[in-house]
């Protein structure tokens, strides 16, 4: 009988033990578990946008220096062109490319709706760069040594790479080395810009985790425009 008492006792013991153990290792796989979501990649509509910014704050400063003069209420912003064939999207357009990244448990579920039902995706990107004033800045500040940067493209002494930085392929001077490494600082800027803003059209949030992950496709798109010319 005491025998009996004392199995069961020692059973109780063990399940009483056994609980938290178990709950624990519970707990554990649930606090490293992660979700797969889509996060969509629209490539047309990134080059779209890329091609009108380019062309908005580069071109136009580049064709009359006196308009980084101008007051605020004399400037004139050109407005966003409409992309040929796209003017109208369904409900869920078939995008020319989506990514999947792997997000974390604590990152928010609700995805994939903003764009599409703010209508224009390729406006509703370059209206969120344009909010973004370092990325304005980096546009900006490209302007004012276009004609260096495109000089040296004429001579061959650097080309485009294929992640939207220039790639040096000749001697520079001291002058065109701090005009090669400043453009590819804003260039990064302006990339990393592009892949906040396509973390923030899917409803993610924009950690730094998250922008990494679209960063190369932002930098081939960003790359694909400078190479045709923008």
Do not use: H
């Not at 629209?42 to 007051?71: C, I, K």
């Not at 605020?72 to 040929?84: D, H, I, L, N, W």
């Not at 001697?171 to 990393?192: M, S, V, W, Y």
């Amino acid at each position: 009988m005491k025998q009996t008492n004392r199995g069961e006792t020692m059973e109780r013991i063990a399940k009483y033990m056994l609980k938290p153990f178990v709950l624990f290792i519970c707990f554990y796989l649930v606090s490293c578990a992660t979700i797969t979501v889509n996060v969509y990649f629209p490539a047309e509509e990134v080059r779209d946008a890329y091609s009108s910014l380019e062309e908005e704050f580069l071109e136009q400063d580049g064709e009359d220096g006196s308009n980084s003069e101008q007051t605020p209420e004399t400037q004139t912003v050109k407005p966003t062109p409409m992309p040929q064939s796209r003017s109208v999207y369904p409900d869920e357009p078939t995008l020319s490319e989506t990514k999947v990244i792997v997000i974390k448990r604590e990152i928010s579920f609700d995805f994939g709706n903003y764009a599409w039902a703010q209508g224009n995706i390729s406006q509703q990107i370059a209206k969120k760069i344009r909010a973004m004033p370092q990325v304005i800045n980096a546009y900006k500040s490209r302007a004012k040594r276009q004609d260096v940067i495109d000089n040296l493209l004429s001579q061959k002494k650097v080309v485009e790479g294929n992640q939207g930085l220039l790639v040096k392929k000749g001697i520079l001077t001291p002058q065109e080395t701090k005009a090669f490494n400043d453009e590819n600082g804003d260039r990064k800027t302006i990339i990393r810009g592009m892949a906040r803003a396509i973390v923030e059209i899917n409803n993610l949030d924009p950690t730094a985790e998250n922008i990494n992950k679209v960063l190369p496709e932002a930098a081939r798109q960003f790359a694909s425009v400078r190479r045709s010319g923008g």
